[in-house]
C-alpha cells in the first residue's frame, strides 16, 4: 500500500565487483549491494521507491523467500513497517 513504510531496517553491505550484460556490452563496476527488509505486503512500494531513486534503468530488486527466522525478530520487523509514521 502506498502508506507503508518502506523498511524496518536497511543493511548496506561492502562494495563488491559486478560483472555483468548490458545492452551488448560488458559492463564490470563496482556496486554496494542492500539487505532490505520489509513485508510482503509493503515490497511494491519499496520496489517501485528503489526504481525512482535508482541510477540503473534495470536495477536488481529481487524478493528472496523467507524459508524460517527468529520469530522474535519477524515479528519486530512487521511492527516496524507497520508502526513507523
Known amino acids: 500500500p ?10 548496506i553491505l561492502a562494495p563488491c565487483r559486478s560483472v555483468y550484460r548490458w545492452q551488448g556490452k560488458v559492463e564490470n563496476t563496482t556496486e554496494i549491494p542492500l539487505l532490505i527488509k520489509t513485508t510482503r505486503a509493503c515490497y511494491a512500494a519499496l520496489a517501485a521507491r528503489l526504481l525512482q531513486l535508482h541510477p540503473y534503468e534495470v536495477p536488481e530488486i529481487i524478493a528472496v523467500p523467507l524459508v524460517a527466522g527468529l520469530p522474535a525478530y519477524l515479528t519486530w520487523v512487521a511492527t516496524e513497517v507497520l508502526s513507523s509514521p
Open 2 to 11: 502506498d502508506e507503508c513504510p518502506l523498511a524496518a531496517c536497511v543493511n
